[in-house]
């Protein structure tokens, strides 16, 4: 598959790039797309929730009433769940979310949400480019020529580039990454994707 490669004012150059098939051209595969995705959730989950339990209540262990002739239910302790202020029923606890997913199957998460893009052509290769000074209306100047305001964007730059990244901040939905951190989510969280020329080479050294 064959792109050609844009100028930042939107406009086609004479050139054109090959997509690598082994990374473009495959069958997409859902289930590890699913995966990855679900990994990636979970790593931004602080797991960090509680809730405390009957044990860990501050209170008088002291039986509240007697045990019977009352016409309702025993009760032993104002710690009890079912009275205000008590403990909670199997509540939150602190714990990791995070879980292993083998390589190969992450790798092959990320060659199917590229292709899944290239079919619906929704990538965009950009010549390299950077700013002289960081300026957000230099960068939303770039979303006008592609008629994106507004929509998700993601850009692959080849290496970070402060100026770029300081310029894309303001910008909610715009989200600029390094071709070596590139990940499922933020590939198919994008309506576009936008890839500098030279981060080709090192998605493909990566993931060919």
Do not use: C
Request: charged content about 25%.
């Amino acid at each position: 598959m064959e792109l050609v490669v844009h100028r930042i004012s939107g406009e086609a150059t004479d050139r054109k790039v090959s997509l690598h098939d082994d990374i473009f051209g495959i069958e997409p595969n859902d289930h590890a797309i699913y995966l990855d995705t679900k990994l990636y959730l979970a790593n931004q989950r602080q797991g960090t929730h509680k809730s405390k339990e009957r044990n860990e209540i501050a209170g008088s262990t002291r039986k509240i009433k007697k045990q019977k002739g009352t016409g309702t239910a025993r009760a032993g302790s104002i710690k009890s769940p079912i009275f205000r202020g008590g403990g909670r029923i199997f509540g939150p606890q602190p714990r990791d979310y995070s879980f292993k997913l083998n390589k190969k199957v992450k790798k092959l998460a990320r060659k199917s949400a590229l292709a899944y893009k290239a079919k619906e052509l929704q990538i965009v290769i950009l010549e390299d480019f950077t700013f002289d000074t960081p300026k957000t209306k230099n960068f939303a100047q770039i979303l006008n020529s592609f008629e994106l305001q507004g929509a998700k964007s993601l850009f692959v730059m080849p290496t970070t580039d402060s100026n770029v990244v300081l310029s894309s901040r303001n910008l909610q939905r715009t989200k600029v990454v390094t071709a070596n951190s590139l990940n499922t989510f933020d590939i198919l969280n994008a309506k576009r994707l936008f890839v500098a020329e030279s981060s080709l080479k090192t998605i493909e050294e990566i993931l060919a």
